[in-house]
């Protein structure tokens, strides 16, 4: 059996390894993504993208880290997000970003991590950057159904870029043997 490559750089140079381990593949993955929205001209780099490559490549052992948790974790956020805008007819209305933060946008922000944090937690799907996804849907500041997409599109794209890349490195992701 050969030592993955995370392991490798951990014997070798401790934090230090683990840390380029991690920056490397996070830079690899996020530039992929960024790389489609500019080919696309569509946000396909968006902030909870961040936390979540920082799970994949900084703790692969965690239960967040998982593909299923990311998939389902950040689709729960986008539904959530979104129902929240709509229901509460905001998405006509500037961003809480560009207009500023409104009574509404509160009430939506809040109400869609609460629900987001409620549906992962009933399920046992803990995926915590996709708290960020439903704040920047529920705000408004990604929101129109191509909006929505792309960011789907990103998401799944980053989950399949870094699950496949520690698979291929020899990193055991949680729930692997």
């Known amino acids: 059996m050969t030592i993955a490559v995370l392991d490798r750089a951990k014997q070798r140079w401790d934090k230090l390894g683990a840390g380029i381990y991690a ?7 996020l530039a992929a993504s960024g ?20 799970l994949f490549f900084e ?13 389902v974790g950040h689709g729960v956020g986008l539904a959530a997000g979104a129902l ?16 500023g933060l409104t009574p509404l946008h509160v009430l939506s922000g809040v109400l869609s991590v609460g629900l987001t944090t409620f ?11 996709a708290g ?9 500041i990604l929101s129109s159904p191509v909006q929505l997409l792309s960011m789907a599109g990103a998401i799944v794209l980053v989950t399949v870029l870094g699950w496949g ?7 055991r992701p949680a729930g692997r043997t």
């Open 119 to 129: 549906v992962l937690t009933w399920l046992g799907l803990p995926h915590p950057p």
């Open 132 to 140: 960020a996804t439903t704040l920047i849907v529920s705000l408004g």
């Open 35 to 54: 790389l489609v929205g500019l080919l696309f001209h569509l946000p396909w780099l968006f902030p909870s993208l961040g936390p979540t490559v920082m």
């Open 59 to 71: 703790s692969p052992e965690q239960k967040a880290s998982r593909p299923v948790n990311t998939l």
């Open 23 to 29: 920056a490397v593949l996070s830079i690899v993955v």
């Open 84 to 99: 929240c805008l709509y229901a509460l007819g905001l998405q006509q209305q500037p961003s809480a970003a560009v207009g």
């Open 165 to 171: 890349l520690n698979a291929l490195l020899g990193t």
